[in-house]
């Protein structure tokens, strides 16, 4: 092939771009895949055994409010009505989150009115004097769901996931904490929710099935011609530092591994995630996939994957970006560099150094697509 535009990454951003240069231009993209597959961290596949929809990188549902992301993912896949519910398991009890009045009257052993409880987690809370609430997480979470909330379901949650004290965490690594004083025990909160009917595996095909897109895959764009040539615009979605060479340092990351394991019984939990916040547990959380489909009857067993929380090495899959103030800076010093460049774009969770979901992920392909590529490609034609 010989391509008007090479996509490094065929993730939802990747993919979405392709897609959206294909449909418009009659010109040829050229996606470049270091993975055995395509779809990024949301490509999953059926087990053999069970023929259950495995998510490779943990649990992916797909939830959104924004009308162009609906509009663009449905025209490649149909969804379930899946709503996604998550309990706690704590001291072998387990618990709502987000937080709701049903956590508030069990940890509490109580049977507060939504009022009483709004009362005292007010009250909880002021242990944190408001000028301190944005010291640390620790404060923060304090400061919103109250002590005794935090200790069970927050802290060693955290500390598990982050390997370092939650009053030692900048209280940016979260948003302020929701708390209902109602029964509401839905996860997300969007108008759009649910996971594609045949898989994501179907759902990537469906988006990259055009005569104008090819895909190769178990190729690393560093090792290709097209990361030595200056002609061919290329819009980048690997990780920014690596783009050059690590000149002004490594980026921070944290990296989930995952224990898959199946089993001959029929249910193992009943939902499709719970998460465990004691110490004395190792891992984080234990998915079930079966549950994100309860609609689907060729099944047999059980998958469950166990997540576990690190650091990363060179050598592991990046996850979450750790965004410390070195890394703040080290960024900054890349997106200079960016700015310095023709011809290459960088988009994605890797390429901007920043967590996104996957709506978040298309919505920012659309938009660059409709803002910066789109114009660029009608320029040239001029
Ligand atoms: C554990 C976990 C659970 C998640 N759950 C959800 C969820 O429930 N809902 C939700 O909306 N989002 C979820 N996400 C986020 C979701 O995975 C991301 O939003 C989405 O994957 C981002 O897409 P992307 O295209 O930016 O990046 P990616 O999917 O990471 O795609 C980047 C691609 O670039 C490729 N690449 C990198 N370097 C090179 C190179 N040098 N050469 C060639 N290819 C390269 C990579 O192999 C990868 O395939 C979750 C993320 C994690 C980690």
Known sequence: ???????????????????????????????????????????????????????????????????????????????NDY???????????????????????????????????????????????????????????????????????IKNYTEKQWQTPPSLLPAETISRLPVRFNEDNSYFSDTFQGLPIHGYGALFQNILAHPNIEIQLNTDFFGTIWSKQRTIPIVYTGPIDRYFNYKHGRLNWRTVDFEVEVLPQSDFQGMAIVNYPDADVAFTRIHEFKHLHPERENVSGTVIMREYSRFTTPEDEPYYPINSIDDREILLKYRGEIAALRNVWFGGRLGTYQYLDMHMAIASALSFFDNDLSPSFKLRDL
């Open 83 to 153: 709503r996604h519910t998550v309990l706690a398991k704590h001291d072998n009890e387990f618990y709502s989150l987000p937080v709701n009045l049903a956590t508030i009257n069990k940890i509490y052993r109580a049977n507060f009115t939504s009022e009483q409880a709004r009362d005292l987690i007010e009250s909880e809370g002021r242990e944190v004097p408001k000028n301190l609430a944005n010291l640390n997480l620790e404060n923060k979470a304090i400061s919103s769901v109250g002590r005794k909330i935090y200790e069970a379901l």
């Open 1 to 79: 092939m010989d391509p008007d535009l090479i996509v490094v990454g065929s993730g939802f951003y990747g993919s979405t771009v392709a897609r959206r240069f294909a449909d418009a231009f009659n010109k040829k993209v050229l996606i470049i895949e270091k993975r055995p597959h395509f779809g990024g961290n949301a490509y999953s596949h059926f087990n053999k055994v069970t023929n259950i929809e495995v998510h490779n990188y943990g649990t992916h549902i797909f939830h959104t409010s924004n009308i162009k992301v609906i509009d663009f993912i449905t025209r490649f896949a149909a969804f």
